[in-house]
């Protein structure tokens, strides 16, 4: 192996998202590291729930984005109220086809392409009690430090979902 080959594959897809939601997400995740936040796709929470976003700031301000690919998407998932119990912000993601005005007015709203996003409205705060951001914090982490053990030894005995 040469020095400039990859050590390790790149991530799988994950077959449970459209492409449209993919490409959503990318370009969500991409402006949220743009606004100093590390981003973590598909995180466990406490309630056994999956955010589909979860960004973390160096302030430790925790953002959950989930991400709506289309009116039938939003209209069949309504687990999203669970959300705001994990973050200080809730933000939805769409695309540009997704008529915008579907969306509750008592969270932010991002759209977003694969190649960027634009937040359109901001969401309102509802800070997280210290204990509850520790954890988050922790959850965030832990699965942070997993994956890349994944990527750096796919042989290996992690759980990239944790």
């Known amino acids: 192996m040469n020095a400039h080959e ?33 981003c973590v796709s598909e995180l466990s929470l406490a309630t056994g729930r999956r955010a589909d976003l979860v960004a973390l700031a160096g302030s430790g301000e925790i953002w959950i984005v989930e991400v709506k690919s289309s009116i039938e998407d939003f209209r069949v998932d309504q687990k999203w109220p669970d959300y705001r119990l994990s973050c200080d912000r809730l933000f939805f993601a769409t695309a540009a086809h997704v008529p915008l005005d579907i969306f509750p007015a008592d969270a932010g709203l ?3 392409d694969s190649y960027g996003a634009e937040v359109m409205r901001e969401a309102p705060e509802h800070r997280l009690a210290a204990a509850t951001r520790k954890a988050m914090m922790l959850r965030f982490a832990r699965c ?19």
């Open 6 to 38: 990859p050590v390790a594959p790149l991530l799988p897809p994950d077959r449970r998202q459209s492409q449209t939601a993919l490409a959503v997400a990318r370009g969500t995740a991409r402006l949220l590291v743009q606004r100093g936040f590390s």
């Open 110 to 112: 991002i759209l977003a």
């Open 144 to 162: 942070a430090a997993l994956r890349l053990q994944a990527l750096a030894d796919p042989a290996g005995p992690y759980r990239a979902d944790a």
